[in-house]
T-cell receptor
Framework: DTGVSQDPRHKITKRGQNVTFRCDPI?????LYWYRQTLGQGPEFLTY????????KSRLLSDRFSAERPKGSFSTLEIQRTEQGDSAMYLC???????????????FGSGTQLSVL | SQQGEEDPQALSIQEGENATMNCSYK?????LQWYRQNSGRGLVHLIL?????REKHSGRLRVTLDTSKKSSSLLITASRAADTASYFC??????????????FGQGTILTVHP
């Protein structure tokens, strides 16, 4: 177990292109989270999954954003028709919760830095 | 929107000194957590304190929680240059439909000079 891994580490794209990021959580973790972080700010919640079910989506997640977690394992975050305002660090995190409620400690990946030109 | 607000935004100290960071939040919580982030990296969990706890220790870290004031503090004792990082508080908001997610503050940038 090497922790949460994210791919790619860096992505440069032109405005209007689609991009997809992948996150592989810690294998026994049932929860997976996506956050977005811009320079000088704290991470902002985007969405999270419990197993394969997407339980909550932030209003920040416009219809250009879609996240999936097939079979409750890895997850992908796709951004369609990218805009310059999408430039940010996209962080994935995972955790294990046995109670079904409450947030336990999160294990973060190193993030994917997206630059939209 | 950010649930927690950290104070100060930036803190600069000498090695060996103690560093105290504060976090205020707005709504009832299940727990409050502190994370550290080195530049350009992911966040690392430091400590979790539940709403029915008032103080927790972990190594050189001491966290307090005052739910009546909706505030928390993180104390790092005998700081080292390697403690230089951004520190974030994060709250697990109680009730409603927000269970299971953490809401982060804007962070405190700590610089420890050798």
């Amino acid at each position: 177990d090497t922790g949460v891994s994210q791919d790619p580490r860096h992505k440069i794209t032109k405005r209007g292109q689609n991009v997809t990021f992948r996150c592989d959580p810690i294998s026994e973790h049932n929860r997976l989270y996506w956050y977005r972080q811009t320079l000088g700010q704290g991470p902002e919640f985007l969405t999270y999954f419990q197993n394969e079910a997407q339980l909550e989506k932030s209003r920040l997640l416009s219809d250009r954003f879609s996240a999936e977690r097939p079979k409750g394992s890895f997850s992908t975050l796709e951004i369609q028709r990218t805009e310059q305002g999408d430039s940010a660090m996209y962080l994935c995190a995972s955790s294990f919760s046995s109670t079904g409620t409450g947030a336990e400690k999160l294990f973060f990946g190193s993030g994917t830095q997206l630059s939209v030109l | 929107s950010q649930q927690g607000e950290e104070d100060p935004q930036a803190l600069s100290i000498q090695e060996g000194e103690n560093a105290t960071m504060n976090c205020s939040y707005k709504t009832s919580i299940n727990n409050l957590q502190w994370y550290r982030q080195n530049s350009g990296r992911g966040l690392v969990h430091l400590i979790l304190i539940r709403s029915n706890e008032r103080e927790k220790h972990s190594g050189r870290l001491r966290v307090t929680l005052d739910t009546s004031k909706k505030s928390s503090s993180l104390l790092i004792t005998a700081s080292r240059a390697a403690d230089t990082a951004s520190y974030f508080c994060a709250t697990d908001v109680a009730g409603g439909t927000s269970y299971g997610k953490l809401t982060f503050g804007q962070g405190t940038i700590l610089t420890v000079h050798p």
